[in-house]
């Protein structure tokens, strides 16, 4: 360690040696030091990106977002034009509550390379989270096209993608463009499809159900709860199939399908929710039992099934649930 300190007092202009010295103060547990070496690193190279990221990265795990804020500042005198460092130049004003900034930054880096993904990205988010979703569509819509346009090594994971797509169709829903809001969702379900993200595909189709319903594609709607509830049983994630199972009852309620078949979803649906302690177990339960009573109260037929007979028996009217068609 003393023969590194040495060597940097003599040739102070080394970036590697002060790179190494960095790394030799992180082991021997003095970070301190650690910083000063990354920042002399910086001054000797303004353009060198590795102490930079070293730095940005030890202040951010430390959580000194302001201190890595101001190291972008410092670094964007020299490097005006760098996308990636005005992309980490948004992160951290949005971190610091500077939105106003962040989103500038953002645009800026787009600005300067219109390949930037994460800029739209980010821009996106922030603008859907100030509820400015005709504002954050153009962005989500660019994101996707560049992602479309790049090669498969340079895309981000497709979690991203999918998700970016749903937060699309999430927008486009908010301002009446439901049209574009189901070829969204459609995207989404075929990238998730294609990627073996089985949840997020289930998300995807129990979205685009809820809206083929509301625009009165009956037929449409009820595959794609069925296909989610399907997928939903391989997935493992009960709280999610719960979930679904009310959206289904519901949606087989308002439409005008049989009582005992929605009353059965719920069954199910409570039955999950029981399992996992969820907290919207109360509104399960309470639509249970008004489907109960409205059951009970109907005009009884020697054929009919009561909910007695359903709880005692339940499978048989799940299947049937799910082969419904119309």
């Known amino acids: 360690m003393k023969d590194l300190q040495r060597a940097a007092a003599l040739g102070s202009y080394d970036t590697s040696l002060e790179m190494r010295l960095a790394r030799k103060d992180l082991e021997a547990g003095n970070p301190e030091g650690a910083v000063a070496a990354w920042k002399q690193a910086i001054r000797a190279n303004a353009s060198d990106p590795a102490?930079?990221?070293a730095l940005l990265k030890y202040l951010?795990?430390?959580n000194r977002f302001q201190e890595a804020y101001d190291l972008t500042n410092d670094s964007l005198k020299h490097l005006p034009k760098d996308s990636n460092l005005l992309v980490d130049r948004g992160i951290l004003a949005a971190?610091?509550?500077?939105?106003?900034?962040a989103l500038q930054s953002w645009k800026n880096a787009i600005s300067v390379d219109h390949a930037q993904m994460n800029a739209y990205l980010y821009l996106a988010g922030e603008l859907q989270r100030e509820s400015k979703p005709s504002?954050?569509?153009p962005y989500y819509i660019s994101f996707l096209e560049v992602v479309s346009k790049a090669s498969l090594n340079d895309r981000p994971p497709a979690r991203t993608?999918?998700?970016a797509a749903l937060k699309l169709a999430e927008c486009q829903m908010q301002t009446s463009h439901l049209e574009p809001a189901l070829k969204a969702y459609q995207l989404a379900a075929k990238i998730a499809a294609e990627t073996n993200e089985t949840k997020l595909e289930s998300l995807a189709s129990i979205d685009e159900a809820a809206l083929q319903a509301s625009m009165g594609n009956v037929s449409g709607a009820l595959h794609l709860y069925q296909h989610a509830l399907k997928l939903d049983a391989t997935s493992g994630d009960r709280h999610a199939e719960a979930a679904d199972w009310y959206a289904y009852a519901m949606f087989l309620r308002d439409a005008k399908f049989p009582s005992r078949l929605a009353y059965a979803c719920l069954l199910k649906s409570e039955s999950l929710m029981k399992s996992q302690n969820a907290p919207e177990l109360q509104t399960v339960s309470q639509a249970r039992l008004d489907a109960e009573k409205n059951m009970e109260s109907k005009q009884r037929k020697a054929s009919a099934l009561q909910p007695a007979e359903l709880r005692h028996n339940l499978q048989p009217a799940i299947e049937e649930a799910l082969s419904l068609t119309r």
């Open 51 to 53: 102490p930079r990221h």
């Open 135 to 137: 504002e954050a569509i």
């Open 161 to 163: 993608i999918i998700v």
């Open 60 to 62: 951010i795990e430390q």
């Open 95 to 101: 971190q610091l509550n500077h939105p106003e900034d």
